[in-house]
């Protein structure tokens, strides 16, 4: 049978080719022994899913499996936002999770994603453990029928969603936000969070309005449920023709955030880390550590400098941010791909309470978004990012050792001054900003990022890293 491997959060195929139920239940099986090892017998584990083709029922075959292995499942009664989900484990102190969603992938795959006891992301050393527990045949898998788990009592049917918003309400001035009369877009990219903003703030002045906001596994109108463009092109658009004051968009399964000014403006993710940052820092008044993955902004760094606290980069994955986050109490963590934990949650990307604070955000400062950003840009500078991926072929292990002998003076006509291979190729340039070239954990992309305090250096600071990954 097929090779099955963990990327960041765990594993993801094409639907009917490697993602089959044989192969989901085969992860599955993987994931009880590594939970059996630990000594979990008869514990209980969170299993939810999302809105792709099949997955409730991808769902099913997976507390089958658990199951029959001596555990207990407590699993969702509908599609439920991963951060929900990673709420739930530490609330009903359960011992992980397994949620069936490829979260911003395109419509084509599904996914086997695995959480801790702590409701995060499980650490690279643990994910290889649960690799090594796969079976390679189907004889190794213990299996009994979904009914027959029910009247075992083996298994609760449970809705995730009431203890979470208890919880959220704590954290977030809900009411400060439904009466400040904002007229707010929200793109679910017909994902889990569907209706959960427009649920959560009813009943005052502001008015919210939902696109994309129903069950839909071919996502029309975007390549793939991923909030950056042009994904978000049509949510940018009807912000103006609304003339809504913010857009807030999340992935498929409702972990990671974008937002959309009200000119129709994208802010990138690495302005809406530092101006959550910022809002912890300065606006609540909070203090406490920011961990970002070596792919984010540096206006990170500056803020840690003037608000006196420490920043700790880490390799690219929540896998990473989660137990830093846990080791240092950490104020905040977050990453490039718009997912970002505050403390308080649990150490795991929160697309439903980043957006909130956003609002909260907007609300307190009485500033727009496009007038939060030129406020950040006054204390931190201007920053310029952007990303491309690009799909790859070849022998990956010889594209990296390529780029690491490429060994450039120059990018973009900025000196190179250092380089960081610990995850990917980072190579610091002598204004602040950096280049990163990285293959994809989940997908055979590579990708090209950057960030400079130079707007015409951008285009030219991809080009010479596509030159130098072997793109161009």
Known sequence: MSNIKFGTDGWRAVIAEDYTFDNVSRCAQGFALYLLEKGYIGKWVIVGYDKRFLSENFAKTVVEVLTANGLNVYLTIDATPTPVISYAVKNLEAVGAVNITASHNPPTDNGFKVRDPNGGAIPPEDLKRIESFIPSNLIDIKKIPFSEALKSKKVVVFDASKEYVKHISKMVDLELIKQAGLRILIDPMWGNNANWFTNLLAGGNSEIIEIHNHRNPIFPEMTRPEPIPPNINVGLLTTKQVNAVVLIITDGDGDRLGIGDENGVFLNQ????????????????????????????????????IYQVPVYETGVGFKYVAPKMIETNALIGGEESGGYAFRGNVPERDGILAGLYFLEMMVRLKKSPSQLLNLLFTIVGKHYYDRIDSPFSGDRKEKEQNILNANPELIGGL??????????????????????????????????????THETKVPLILEDGLRIAGIN
């Open 270 to 305: 690495l302005q809406v880390f530092a101006l959550l940052a910022y809002y912890m820092l300065e606006v609540k008044k909070e203090r406490g550590a920011i961990v970002k993955t070596l792919s984010t902004t540096s206006m990170l760094n500056k803020l840690g400098k």
């Open 415 to 452: 000196k190179v001054i250092g380089l960081d291979s610990s995850d990917g190729f980072k190579f610091s340039l002598e204004d602040g900003g950096w280049l990163l070239i990285r293959f994809s954990g989940t997908e055979p992309i590579i990708r090209v990022y950057c960030e400079t």
